[in-house]
């Protein structure tokens, strides 16, 4: 598959012909056929859906034919890396560093598995943590029923094209009843201007389970675009607790999109928190459903944009059953010319009565450059429910910065400690160890050259 271009003009014989072949390679080095048979249904839909464009609503501010070249792309090429961590890049092993206690490591170069540890006692207890090839052979039927059921093909033709072509995945199962206290800790590190990076991560959380994952990717700046396309799947069982976070760090250059599904049984709880702080575009499509009486959902989102940089983040909250809450929380600041874009939807349905949902964004404008949208919707089918959105955009707050220069401090650490205060909101609502520094370390980084 390595040889293989993309494709977004419509089909040619050439790239269907270079598909099968892959299809065949990817049978023949051990991937079950249901998975191939997947994967070519996957290609197909990824043809016969057209690029989405600004007429769609919910594309209307990130134009595709414009940012994103697929033609041009290509799958990551090369060897693995040896699990020895003297050999990798300085600034992976710097991130890495950085990181605190886990139950479990990965770490992924350029798209290849270079190192995998678990706590033997939490394997004991039956948790799983595999790469997806690893679990197709080790864990088949796991596999088997929960992947691509969350996140399709035809969800969309960016999800399709990773459906057909993912290259990495991690695979994640608690048992019921079993808690992880430390999180799982995930590296991805990306060095290779040009290519496409197709990445999945499906967990599965049995009922009354507990289980964070947090997941960084990393990269130096790129003259040539780079595409990190990734899908999540998260399944959290009757009880469950499951907290899901990303940081995305990657250099200029790189097209970040991220289409995640959470599925939230009876009293189970699913947490996200999105990090946005580099790559030149981030699209997030983030669903979050309510299926069962008592599931809950917090929905957190940070970004940090500075430059041309671009952020654009798709949310829904679908309520499906009575007696579930949701409520999201997305804070930004732009310096620059900067832009970013929130559109979110609360759905409840029909019979989804005493539903208890919220939805807030707020945006901090520190240059005249930078701009910022918000797009707050309800869609409302029943008559006992507590729902509500807001949306604010506004420029840093003078009169807390000229207070904090009349206590001794001067302009750029006044506007740091104002900037840090009104993200500091978000992580603080999910202080998982080691993510709220790292994040601030690299927002200070970058308000330390806001002039």
């Known amino acids: 598959m390595a040889d293989m271009a993309i494709t977004d003009s419509p089909t040619t014989e050439g790239v269907t012909e270079a598909f099968n072949a892959a299809s065949v390679k990817l049978l023949t080095s051990g991937e079950p056929e249901w998975l191939c048979e997947c994967r070519e249904r996957a290609w197909s839909v990824y043809e016969k859906t057209p690029m989405p464009n600004t007429r769609l609503e919910e594309w209307r501010y990130t134009d595709l034919k414009r940012m994103l070249h697929l033609a041009s792309l290509r799958l990551p090429e090369g060897g693995v890396a040896p699990d020895n961590p003297s050999t990798w890049p300085g600034r992976l092993r710097e991130t890495m560093e950085q990181d605190r206690e886990a139950a479990g490591h990965i770490v992924f170069i350029d798209g290849h598995l270079v190192h995998a540890d678990i706590d033997p006692a939490l394997a004991e207890q039956g948790v799983i943590l595999d790469s997806l090839h690893d679990a197709l052979t080790l864990h088949p039927e796991l596999v ?38 430390l999180p799982i800790r995930v590296t991805r590190w990306i060095s290779q201007p040009g290519a496409a990076y197709f990445s999945r991560v499906l967990i599965v ?222 992580l603080s609502r999910l202080p998982l160890g080691g993510v709220i520094e790292k994040v601030t370390g690299a927002i200070e980084e970058k308000l330390s050259q806001h002039g």
């Open 144 to 181: 088997k029923e929960h992947l691509g059921s969350v996140v399709s093909a035809e969800d969309g033709k960016l999800e399709a094209l990773n459906m057909a072509l993912w290259t990495d995945g991690i695979f994640v199962y608690v048992p019921s009843a079993v808690r992880l206290d």
């Open 205 to 426: 959380a049995e009922a009354q389970s507990q289980v964070s994952y947090v997941e960084e990717v990393v990269s130096d700046d790129f003259d040539t675009q780079t595409l990190k396309s990734s899908a999540v799947e998260l399944v959290a069982g009757d009880g469950a607790v499951l907290q899901y976070v990303t940081l995305q760090r990657a250099g200029r250059g790189v097209f970040v999109h991220s289409a995640q599904r959470t599925l939230a049984e009876r009293d189970a709880r699913i947490d996200t928190l999105n990090v946005g702080l580099g790559g030149s575009v981030h699209r997030v499509d983030l669903n979050a459903k309510l299926l069962g009486p008592g599931a809950n959902s917090e929905m957190l989102g940070l970004y940090f944009g500075d430059g041309d940089q671009h952020f654009d983040f798709n949310t829904s909250q679908d309520h499906t059953e009575p007696n579930t809450g949701s409520d999201l929380l997305y804070k930004g600041a732009l310096d620059g010319a900067s832009r970013a874009v929130f559109r979110g939807i609360i759905r409840v349905l029909p019979g989804a009565q005493r539903t208890d949902a919220y939805q807030t964004n707020r945006n901090l404008l520190l240059s005249s450059g930078a701009r910022a949208d918000s797009l707050p919707n309800l869609e409302i089918e029943a008559d006992d429910v507590k729902c509500s959105h807001g949306a604010t955009i506004g420029e840093l707050d003078t009169e807390a910065k000229f207070y904090l220069m009349s206590r001794g401090l001067d302009k750029v650490q006044a506007e740091r400690l104002v900037v840090l205060g009104f993200l500091g909101e978000v």
